[in-house]
DNA sequence: AATGAATGAGCGTTCATTCAT
DNA sequence: TATGAATGAACGCTCATTCAT
């Protein structure tokens, strides 16, 4: 009998370590024993694991997708009026920053990398956008989904501009922002 | 005997043509010799206009955000009405959806180099920030700043889901949804 | 409560299965993992019989030396003139061309590996030689040592030109020709 | 202007140093650095000479085929009766050993790492043995093709197997032997 | 000024071997 | 006995950079 491993795991494990070394250098930039590193095994290791590097960072991006949608869906509760919903958001976006930033980096790595009909093909990561809406509805109770995706593309725009190092812009103030221009729009 | 050139307008002429080459590939992606083959030059003359890869790679993103803001300042003009700047933004955006989907890729690539201090220390692209409040209160008459983040967040967001693949996100449609809501929240 | 094995037993086994492996790929070329594969047991259990590649490697050799000779005399006898027996060669040679083929590659690797000195030294090789010699012997009946190693060196360079891809060179008519020079040297 | 070097010309310089490398460890066996260490650059240099290890090594067989000829039949003029040539080239044969043993160890590495078809396509090298006949038919005054190739045959037998260690099989005394037996078989 | 040959550290990956089970 | 997970040195190859011309 071999050393007992739950294969299936124990990669998971691996892959859920990875966030940081990829949101930090990059997928080009990071190599595979800097990784193996961070992981704390050997290259010979990792390679037992995935097949590749690209590979490695595929099976990571759909990993951390499934997370980061748990993660997003279960924090989102219990803010009563409009206004006081789109203030947790606030709340919320300012206590993850920094992750929310490290995801935008994975993300725009990985769609650079791909090509844009690979992209169009297996669709990929419309499911992630289509459980986001599914919050938003649940979060702020609305159903017309040209203004859900304004909402979401606002926030997006957010963690974009923190990104850049636009200090200029302020999460909180922006979503307050944000209430009070959705407020206006559906009272009209 | 040297070849007669202007050595500034020339390294600026090179500097131009990076742009295709850094925002396919990334900045860790692209060899120096693909540049050079790109740019139509020798490894060597690279070297002689540039001090090393990541110097080039600065110096492009300097001239390509001062080209940025002219070519976006330029564009936007003659609306009457907020419901028509918005939409005449949307199809701005429209028009050079893959540019400014480069441009992002770009930017991301950037400031995933930089370590934060660096960010902060030199501050460094406030300036293309400010630029752009300054575009955004020309186009919508609009002074209250909180006001113009917003409108400058929305829009970062628009490209990045479009960036992301994320087809269900009309820019159009959109810019449309902002005229509405601008329109709301001001009248109120 | 071990498996019940005859180790020596199970450790030929092994070696004679190891044949058109090491012929295909060579022995710097093939990795203990595809052995293991070929061999249908885990690379921890070809450790368990033999101590490591090159001694896997050696043992094999050895083993398939003497299945070599074993096969060869076994199959030639019963012709009766020395043209009719030349021509038996010839048959036997055609028939079994791939495998003769598999063998010098396999030899070729052996005697590559070894350096000059090691060969000297523990002599090796040279008792299959004289296996050789005396199935000459007995399917030509001829004494003469000379002879006989020019009778050998000849049905190897027939084996070698075909391992080339000599297509010209007919192993039964140069077998024939054999057989005639073998004749008119002797009535001589 | 770049260093000024004849591109072509140090190609070709470069692989007429490969000879001992690959003849001695064996295409799968030697390395890139070590190749390159042979050859006293670096492997940046070699790669810049070669695309791969693949390309450099079958580079290499081509150019060394077309000195193995020239050698060979520059070398075997002038001796008058056939027991006198056969007996020169039994001189020629020992004086070059080391040579030709190099030589065998380096096509039989050749021929295993093709597959049979690609052999058989570009029939590759087929024209080397056409040669081989043609200098043959020159030292014996032989037209006879089968009885070329007996001799050829014969003359790569007695090469193989002092490759493997015969020191039993002198070649000088089979030279003899085959003046002898080709003048019998001639006269008859 | 401009070229591209040269370098060697470092990349993604493989492999003989070890060892916990 | 038998397994296959784990290791890390070493592989083929690439790359930013230097420098002779």
Same mark, same amino acid.
């Given at each position: 009998?071999?050393?007992? $491993?739950?294969? =299936?795991? *124990?990669?998971?494990?691996?892959?859920?370590?990875?966030? %940081?070394? +990829?949101?930090? #250098?990059?997928?080009?930039?990071?190599?595979?024993?800097?990784?193996?590193?961070?992981?704390?095994?050997?290259?010979?290791?990792?390679?037992?694991?995935?097949?590749?590097?690209?590979?490695?960072?595929?099976?990571?991006?759909?990993?951390?997708?499934?997370?980061?949608?748990?993660?997003?869906?279960?924090?989102?509760?219990?803010?009563?009026?409009?206004?006081?919903?789109?203030?947790?958001?606030?709340?919320?976006? $300012?206590?993850? =920053?920094? *992750?929310?930033?490290?995801?935008?980096?994975?993300?725009? %790595?990985? +769609?650079?990398? #791909?090509?844009?009909?690979?992209?169009?093909?297996?669709?990929?990561?419309?499911?992630?956008?289509?459980?986001?809406?599914?919050?938003?509805?649940?979060?702020?109770?609305?159903?017309?989904?040209?203004?859900?995706?304004?909402?979401?593309?606002?926030?997006?725009?957010?963690?974009?501009?923190?990104?850049?190092?636009?200090?200029?812009?302020?999460?909180?103030?922006?979503?307050?922002?944000?209430?009070?221009?959705?407020?206006?729009?559906?009272?009209?």
């Amino acid at each position: 009998m071999p050393k007992i $491993v739950d294969h =299936e795991q *124990y990669r998971k494990e691996l892959l859920a370590k990875c966030f %940081d070394l +990829f949101a930090e #250098k990059g997928y080009a930039a990071i190599t595979m024993r800097q990784i193996a590193e961070g992981l704390k095994v050997s290259t010979g290791t990792l390679y037992h694991y995935f097949p590749s590097k690209k590979a490695l960072f595929e099976q990571f991006v759909e990993e951390a997708s499934k997370q980061e949608v748990l993660m997003a869906t279960a924090e989102l509760e219990g803010a009563q009026t409009l206004q006081e919903r789109a203030e947790a958001l606030g709340k919320y976006l $300012v206590k993850n =920053e920094d *992750y929310q930033i490290k995801w935008v980096y994975i993300l725009v %790595d990985f +769609f650079q990398h #791909k090509d844009a009909k690979e992209v169009q093909e297996n669709g990929g990561f419309e499911w992630v956008t289509e459980i986001y809406k599914q919050a938003a509805y649940d979060l702020f109770g609305i159903q017309d989904r040209v203004l859900i995706a304004f909402i979401l593309t606002f926030i997006d725009g957010l963690i974009y501009e923190r990104l850049c190092g636009n200090r200029m812009v302020s999460i909180p103030e922006q979503c307050t922002l944000l209430g009070k221009m959705l407020t206006a729009y559906l009272v009209e």
